[in-house]
């Protein structure tokens, strides 16, 4: 069992999340920004955290991945065959010549968009898109404002003892 989170737990989905990430990077300790109070405790953040990883696939990139939309404790929802909302969130983000560290503004859209799952219950699959309605990251120069979805092309889903988790 991990420390993940307290001892009265298992951490299955979580350990199922870090072992396929384990495969994917090797030896890579990832930056994890884990969420002070989750959602399931009283707190605002449905994300119990987001783990960033420096990916050398390709061009040169950060690999997030978001912890919390799927069960990562014990089965709690009455869907056997999906693991919470059966899906976790990845984004992929171009790493800039000499960046050493990840940008932030990915770990605030990422909540934004499982804040938006947990409120409404609309899931994300493969092939669905939206809108922002504006600027992806406030504060961040950019003209993006719509947003895809996709399988992970390196993170096959997986099953865990709480049920399938698809990467998107």
């Known amino acids: 069992m991990s420390d993940h ?6 951490n299955d989905g979580w350990d199922a999340i870090d072992a396929s990430l384990a495969r994917l990077y090797p030896g890579q300790q ?19 955290g987001i783990s960033v990883y420096r990916s050398t696939q390709g061009l040169p990139h950060w690999h997030y991945v978001t912890y919390g939309l799927s069960e990562l404790y014990g089965k709690e929802s009455g869907d056997p065959d999906d693991s919470g909302y059966g899906l976790e969130l990845t984004l992929r983000l171009l790493a ?4 050493t560290e990840a940008p932030s503004w990915p770990f605030n859209f990422l ?9 409404t219950g609309n899931v994300f699959a493969d092939g669905h898109w939206m809108t922002a ?13 719509s947003m895809a979805f996709a399988s992970d092309p390196e993170l096959p889903a997986i099953d865990t003892v709480n049920g399938r988790v698809e990467f998107l």
């Open 30 to 48: 990832p930056r994890h920004v884990g969420t002070v109070l989750r959602a399931s405790m009283g707190g605002g953040d449905p994300l119990d």
């Open 96 to 99: 800039l010549p000499g960046e």
């Open 5 to 10: 989170a307290g001892s009265d737990t298992t």
């Open 111 to 119: 909540h934004n968009l499982a804040r938006y799952v947990f409120r």
């Open 133 to 145: 309605n504006g600027p992806i990251a406030l504060g961040t120069p950019t003209d993006i404002c």
